[in-house]
């Protein structure tokens, strides 16, 4: 059989390798370092020769190397694919992934390859990450938010409501439903346009917003329709809500005239589901739209 030996490449050397080698002695001190060093960590290689190993490493890197690498190279014989920074001859600091070796002399063998793309994959990585949710925020709010008015939409409230209609149940506190529907609102969109339409929308919202408290959920449930949960408010303080409502409401202007709504009210009991009660608001906002708009109507079963 041919002596595979007698194929090697005369010209081999460890100066030809890509990656950086040296020898260093059970003392830490540098015996012998290959070309890499020299062209392309700019070092000269007097200056590594004879000296201890950390010369070329960083601060961390230093406190790492004596208090686990070096212990654990004692006891192992060898590590693999160890993360270090060392520095080059110009001070600049370089991350490395390092292989060793210890031999019967106690002679240490190491050979490291530069990882500056392994951080660039890592950076890249986490860049992705954080854009990815981000994304994710902002897709969860464009399916809970309605995106004219900045008011929850119709899903987000029949959701949410879940929560709010089981502390009912629990504490016994009551809970006013509010359907709103704005005034004749055709005409507005027929006469002065469907971009004066919008705008009247998103200032409604605003209206609704700054009447309501931060417990309150307030919707924009279709078109022109609004829909709000009042927790902890019983009938007559629905009323008064809604006659605030009335009056902000009016400070919003078309062409000069007072923007109006009509208002349905329904009170949640226990027995009640969310859709039971939204019919029962929408029962009391077709009676106030009826009985001549502007107004608010309270659900009762007459
Ligand atoms: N500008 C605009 N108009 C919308 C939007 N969504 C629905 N609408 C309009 O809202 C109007 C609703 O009109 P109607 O249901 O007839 O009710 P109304 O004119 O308000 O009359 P009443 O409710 O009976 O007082 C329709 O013309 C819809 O096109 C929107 O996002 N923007």
Not at 198 to 203: F, G, P, T
Not at 294 to 299: A, M, S
Request: proline share 2%; net charge negative; aromatic share 8%.
């Amino acid at each position: 059989m041919k002596n595979n030996l007698t194929n090697i490449d005369p010209c081999f050397t460890l100066d030809n390798l890509p990656c950086g080698a040296l020898v260093t002695d059970a003392e830490h001190v540098i015996l012998n370092v290959n070309a890499y060093f020299a062209n392309e960590l700019y070092w000269d290689i007097n200056l590594l020769i004879g000296h201890k190993v950390e010369i070329i490493l960083t601060k961390a890197s230093k406190v790492f190397y004596q208090s686990y690498l070096m212990p654990m190279l004692l006891h192992e014989k060898n590590c693999e694919e160890i993360q270090l920074s060392i520095v080059n001859g110009n001070g600049k600091r370089i991350p490395i992934t390092v292989n060793a070796k210890v031999d019967a002399n106690k002679k240490i063998y190491w050979s490291f390859f530069t990882a500056s793309n392994r951080n660039k994959l890592y950076d890249e990585l986490i860049q992705a990450r954080e854009k990815l949710e981000l994304q994710t925020k902002e897709l969860k709010e464009l399916a809970s938010i309605d995106e004219l008015t900045g008011l929850l939409n119709r899903r987000e409230i029949k959701s949410r409501s879940t929560f709010v209609l089981s502390q009912l149940t629990s504490d016994q506190h009551p809970i006013s439903i509010l359907m709103i529907d704005i005034d004749f609102f055709k005409s507005i969109n027929d006469n002065y346009g469907h971009t004066e339409g919008d705008r009247v929308l998103k200032e409604l919202g605003r209206v609704l917003m700054n009447c309501g408290r931060k417990r309150d959920l307030i919707s924009r449930y279709g078109g022109e329709e609004f829909l709000i949960l009042l927790p902890d408010t019983d009938l007559e303080q629905a009323v008064i809500f809604a006659n605030r409502l009335h009056n902000s409401v009016s400070t919003i202007l078309i062409d000069g005239k007072p923007l109006t709504i009509s208002v349905g009210i329904s009170l949640f009991d226990e027995e009640m589901s969310f859709e039971e009660a939204v019919n029962e608001a929408d029962t009391a906002l077709y009676k106030a739209k009826d009985l001549g708009r502007n107004r608010t109507e309270v659900f009762s079963l007459a």
